[in-house]
């Protein structure tokens, strides 16, 4: 993979056949920048393998079980060094077309103000790339769903096929849950949904699940089975090409956004514990 500018004398030397980590590039400042961060990462990538392997290890042995808190700290501690670096690299050339190979390194939730930088430099100067058209088209769809937006409506048939709207909702907190019956952590997600649910529904919670899913009486099944007893379930069958998931930019369930009595989003992928104390804030 090289990145050329007009003007650029591309000199490299690669002891494979391939283009990889070990591929010694010089004159091209883009594609030097790309490189040097694939090495880096290959690095980060080579230690967070090892601790998987090592976590593996001790949780698979009782005496060592107690290290297995330790190992996950030294992931977390791999993970937030790499986001370092990788913010130290941006900062020197944030209008890189590298950028657009590097990207996905960041959260597009958490990091969303690098996230948001990065997309403003890329289209201004090479909106005409595919690849950065398609970035462009998820950065906006992040944008209409950042905390503190108002949440985009969803209007999709319900269980006995009637259209039910997000906005009817409208006065409620409210967790718009994306979930689908076939996806295992969906399914272990929704008893901590369904205990928040009973614990807050008194006090103006609701959850409004909207399904990926694409058949119905599997949908249907996996609602009575898990015991989601709210009536606020949604689908068009259309499995990842679900209309709700498209508005907000959903490609990856369980997701949740939880939203406030006037219809603002204020929080994301909330789970368990961190559920519960968001709701305790917002539910005074």
């Not at 601790?51 to 290290?67: R, W």
């Not at 096929?161 to 019956?181: E, I, Q, T």
């Not at 990926?212 to 949908?219: A, C, H, M, N, V």
């Not at 789970?271 to 104390?277: E, P």
């Amino acid at each position: 993979m090289l990145i050329l500018a007009p003007g650029d004398n591309l000199i490299f030397f690669s002891p494979t056949s391939k283009l990889g980590v070990d591929a010694n590039i010089k004159g091209s400042d883009q594609t030097e920048m790309l490189y040097r961060n694939i090495n880096m990462l290959h690095y980060f990538d080579g230690k967070r393998d090892s601790l998987n392997k090592k976590y593996n290890e001790v949780m698979g042995d009782q005496a060592n079980a107690s290290l297995g808190p330790l190992v996950i700290s030294e992931y977390m501690k791999n993970d937030s060094i790499q986001k370092v670096m990788l913010k130290a690299e941006f900062e020197k050339m944030p209008e890189s077309l590298a950028w657009i190979f590097l990207e996905d390194k960041f959260d597009m939730t958490t990091d969303f103000p690098i996230i948001d930088q990065m997309e403003k430099g890329l289209y201004k100067k090479y909106s005409y790339i595919s690849f950065v058209q398609q970035f462009h088209q998820q950065v906006e769809t992040e944008r209409k769903t950042a905390i503190g937006s108002m949440a985009p409506e969803i209007t999709l048939n319900d269980t006995d096929g009637n259209p039910r709207s997000l906005s009817s909702l409208r006065g409620k907190v409210v967790l718009l849950d994306f979930w689908a019956s076939w996806c295992g952590p969906c399914r272990k997600e929704n008893p901590n949904v369904v205990k928040a649910y009973v614990k807050f529904h008194s006090k103006g919670f609701e959850v409004f699940s909207v399904s990926l899913d694409k058949d119905r009486e599997s949908w249907l099944k996996a609602i009575a089975a898990d015991n989601l007893s709210w009536p606020n379930h949604v689908s068009d069958l259309k499995y990842w090409k679900s209309a709700g998931a498209a508005a907000y930019g959903v490609t990856s369930i369980p997701n949740a956004f939880l939203i406030d009595k006037e219809g603002r989003i204020v929080a994301k992928k909330l789970r368990g514990d961190a559920l519960d104390q968001k709701l305790e804030e917002l539910l005074k």
